[in-house]
Every structure is written in C-alpha cells, then in structure tokens.
C-alpha cells in the first residue's frame, strides 16, 4: 500500500521550532518530488516548500525562506520539514505529498501535481 504518514504537529510558541516526519511506505522516496503544503483556516492550500528534482532543487515560498529547511533520511525513508521562528500565521495544517520526479522539468510546488499525501499534521503557533 503507497501512503505518507506524518508525524510531529503540535501547539509551539511564537519564535520556537518544530519538526515535522513524513515516513513513505509502498515507494521509494529517493525518486520522488517531495512537497510541503498547510492549510489554514478558510484559505486554499499552499505549497511552502518543495525538493522539485532529482538533484535538489528546492523551491521555498517568500513566507518561509530563512526558516523552514526539509531534509531527507535514505535509511528511514522519510523526509522531514524543519521549521524555526514560527510565526502565529504559520499556524496550519501541514501535509507532506509526493510525485514520481519529472524527466523534463522540476516538479512546480502546487497541490495538483502531487499524487501521494499525508494525513496532514497541525501545527499552531500560539503564546
């Protein structure tokens, strides 16, 4: 069975930081575009952070260069999204999603080029 399962949301201060999981069964995540999306309260879901191509480029939205690093664990087979300084409108549910990588082009960091995603994780940044 191909799923993503995420792990590590929770509530943290402003200005502190937490480490989202997401463990890849089914597939190999060593080929795949790897994304990072939230969702907030009545807002559309927005791409944050995505690893578009097989020699790593990654694309970072304005709102988190700086402060939000992914990482990935060949062993474990799992990615990660490290966030620092976490701002109250980062609060969001967060889903990590992947997609075979592309021959042609780096994967564009929007939800409808994904295939595969996590449950979603939340994560609130309130004092």
């Known amino acids: 069975q191909v799923q993503l399962v995420e792990s590590g949301g929770g509530l943290v201060q402003p200005g502190g930081s937490l480490r989202l999981s997401c463990e890849a069964s089914?597939?190999?995540?060593?080929?795949?575009?790897i994304g990072w999306f939230r969702q907030a309260p009545g807002k559309d879901r927005e791409g944050v952070l995505c690893i578009r191509s097989s020699d790593g480029s990654t694309y970072y939205a304005d709102s988190v260069k700086g402060r939000f690093t992914s990482s990935r664990d060949t062993a474990k087979n799992s990615v990660y999204l490290q966030m620092n300084s976490l701002k109250p409108e980062d609060t969001a549910i967060y889903y990590c999603a992947a997609v075979p990588f592309s021959d042609d082009l780096d994967t564009p960091c929007f939800p409808h080029f994904f295939r595969t995603w996590g449950q979603g994780a939340q994560v609130t940044v309130s004092s």
């Open positions: 089914g597939f190999t995540l060593d080929s795949y575009a």
